[in-house]
């Protein structure tokens, strides 16, 4: 009896997960096609379930004024949501409302946490923001080997800004790291 009780609430799970997957994708097929009210309609429902991906892209929606009015202190409470859910695309841009004190007080150092949140689970963009921050020092000491790290990772996940930075360093011999063509060359 136990056992059929747990695959019963198995196979309810992977219903509900195939439904949510199929709302997002059908969601992001009316964004795509510029129907930005009928895909907020689709994701309303999965954001308020705590789904993260629908909770961050209410926050495009609102951030780029798409569909809704342009509101970007309800953009910030999605993306917030959204982060607190998994969401390395929402905390992202959490840090980079802080660091541009959008809607919020500017605090380099809360850019810096979510940035590093980001960063830490997998998010390209975030890991090169991270390598900024080490490189000069912002919010937190001057570290090049952290820095030259959280480049490569983003590097190696395709991030062109990443890239570009590890070639300047290794070509101009920034951040007091020597001049490597050869190592520049594998950034290029």
């Avoid at 490569?152 to 951040?175: C, I």
Wanted: cysteine-free.
């Amino acid at each position: 009896m136990l056992k059929r009780f747990i695959l019963v609430i198995v196979q309810l799970s992977i219903l509900t997960f195939s439904v949510q997957a199929g709302e997002l994708e059908d969601g992001f097929i009316a964004f795509k096609a510029g129907s930005y009210e009928k895909a907020l309609r689709l994701w309303l429902p999965m954001a308020e379930k705590d789904n993260a991906d629908a909770q961050y892209n209410i926050g495009i929606l609102y951030m780029k004024g798409l569909g809704v009015e342009k509101n970007e202190k309800t953009a910030f409470i999605w993306y917030k949501r959204s982060a607190a859910n998994g969401n390395t695309d929402a905390m992202y841009n959490l840090g980079t409302m802080y660091n541009q004190g959008r809607v919020v007080v500017r605090s380099t150092k809360d850019a810096v946490k979510w940035w590093k949140m980001s960063a830490e689970l997998g998010n390209a963009a975030g890991q090169f923001n991270l390598g900024v921050v080490y490189a000069y020092g912002r919010r937190v000491k001057q570290n090049t080997e952290e820095a030259l790290k959280w480049w490569k990772k983003s590097a190696t996940q395709g991030n062109k800004d990443a890239r570009a930075a590890l070639y300047q360093t290794y070509t101009e011999g920034l951040f007091n790291i020597p001049v490597n063509p050869q190592e520049a060359k594998n950034w290029k």
